[in-house]
């Protein structure tokens, strides 16, 4: 999956993943297994990049957080693992 121009995922099927750790796969619906996070360009990314997550089955972790200068979304991808997208203000940051 290409999340942006030098990020990708790699989204492999359940029983193919339980051949990579040594432990057992958490059940999502239950605990946390990892989370996940990047950044966005500009808030308007970060929007649109969040619809799309929700409009191919995603649920929404948690409530937007606007900070001014900082600004997150959080969803529940459709295995359960909880990813953090977030923009910041480059003027903020320096």
Do not use: N
């Not at 990049?49 to 937007?64: F, Q, R, T």
Request: proline letters at 5%; one cysteine or more.
């Amino acid at each position: 999956m290409l999340i942006g121009e030098h990020a990708y995922a790699m989204l492999l099927v359940e029983p193919f993943f339980k051949t990579f750790p040594k432990k057992e796969i958490c059940d999502t619906a239950t605990y946390v297994e990892g989370a996940f996070g990047f950044s966005c360009e500009s808030r308007a990314e970060l929007d649109a990049m969040v619809a799309k997550a929700l409009a191919g089955g995603g649920k929404e972790a948690e409530p937007p957080q606007d900070h001014g200068f900082m600004y997150s979304r959080s969803f529940e991808d459709l295995d359960g693992h909880h990813w953090e997208v977030v923009w910041m203000d480059p003027k903020a940051a320096q």
